[in-house]
């Protein structure tokens, strides 16, 4: 058996992670996940049976196929998943299982799949995680075979042997350490991150470094004319940040027509970077909207958007850069495309 077909617009993706029954479940939970399957790869036997694998003389490792649709979760963020929910330094087997069929390794099916799984391991050693060498093996897959219909969905048949399992594996418990790993990890680099990108300059600088209508539009609280500014019908994919720190402010996935003759978004793409404040200049109370680092003036929001939301956040083209989604990583703003490649048309 080699790959097995896919429906039209899905995809396929296998990982080896120790005991099937708990990656199976562990990617069966992900939003965008059709089906896992239990099954073994990598090894010389055809058609091997379980007990041959726990053998551990064929060769295969225990693994799961993961049937996926990329327009709802990208293979990034499956990888990122999977490097989660393994102990990737462990040559000898995963938790209390051990042996060969127990290794970890990625299977790519294409060499795009090679390239981001590689890609995604060498993130990985450089993030400094983990003391031990990174284990897992980055191999080509040839075949994979379903294993019996009893492991299919075990998680699901037999609960309370599962639960049993998984609880005296030491699984969960290796993963909660490493997510709080990850976590304070993730939270230094952002506060360093935005301490070193997103700072707003002096105002000398300042009158250098923007126009007029930049300047009054960020810094006096003014108003550009609607239907006479840059970005007011830009439909080409990206995001746009504050012209005066760079934050990452709004997506053009979130934009939409409004017929103001602004810019206008359904929602902030960093809730973060933005803040809002009452309004009551010009005889009325609006919601004013600025930058959290640089306190930008960037315009309004109003309650009456599309959906999903229902908002409008109505901004100035001259309070924004608008940098285009194949600028994004020489930009330095390499986080946010795997939102273009989930928003692909099939």
Request: aromatic letters at 12%; hydrophobic letters at 25%; glycine letters at 8%.
């Amino acid at each position: 058996m080699g790959v097995r077909p896919t429906p039209e617009k899905l995809e396929q993706a296998t990982f080896a992670g120790g005991c099937f029954w708990c990656l199976e479940a562990d990617f069966e939970k992900v939003p965008g996940v059709v089906e896992a399957t239990s099954g073994f790869t990598g090894g010389r036997t055809e058609n091997p049976t379980y007990e041959e694998v726990c053998t551990g003389t064929t060769g295969h490792l225990e693994a799961v196929q993961v049937l996926y649709d990329p327009k709802k979760v990208s293979y990034q963020e499956l990888l990122r998943i999977f490097w989660s929910h393994i102990d990737p330094t462990d040559p000898g087997g995963q938790f209390v299982d051990r042996g060969h069929q127990y290794k970890t390794a990625i299977f790519y099916h294409n060499e795009e799949q090679r390239r981001l799984a590689e890609q995604s391991k060498k993130e990985l050693e450089e993030r400094g995680i983990f003391e031990k060498p990174i284990a897992t093996e980055i191999r080509r897959l040839e075949r994979f075979y379903p294993a019996e219909d009893y492991h299919q969905d075990y998680y699901k048949k037999n609960p309370f042997h599962y639960q049993s399992y998984r609880a005296g594996s030491g699984r969960d418990q290796f993963f909660q350490s490493i997510q709080e790993k990850f976590q304070r990890q993730q939270y230094k680099q952002e506060t360093k991150r935005s301490e070193r990108k997103y700072r707003k300059p002096d105002q000398s600088t300042l009158r250098q470094k923007l126009t007029p209508l930049q300047y009054h539009v960020t810094q006096e609280d003014g108003t550009e004319p609607p239907f006479d500014n840059e970005y007011w019908d830009n439909k080409a994919e990206g995001i746009y940040v504050d012209v005066v720190s760079g934050e990452p402010l709004f997506s053009s996935l979130d934009k939409f027509d409004s017929g103001t003759g602004w810019p206008s978004f359904t929602r902030p793409l960093e809730p973060d970077n933005i803040v809002e404040r009452e309004d009551r200049r010009l005889f009325t109370v609006r919601v004013e909207v600025r930058s959290r680092h640089a306190d930008s003036h960037l315009g309004h929001v109003f309650p009456d958007g599309p959906p999903p939301t229902g908002l409008r956040y109505c901004i100035n083209s001259a309070a924004l850069r608008f940098i285009p989604k194949e600028d994004l990583e020489k930009e330095g703003y390499g986080e946010y495309l795997h939102l273009f490649d989930k928003a692909k048309d099939p």
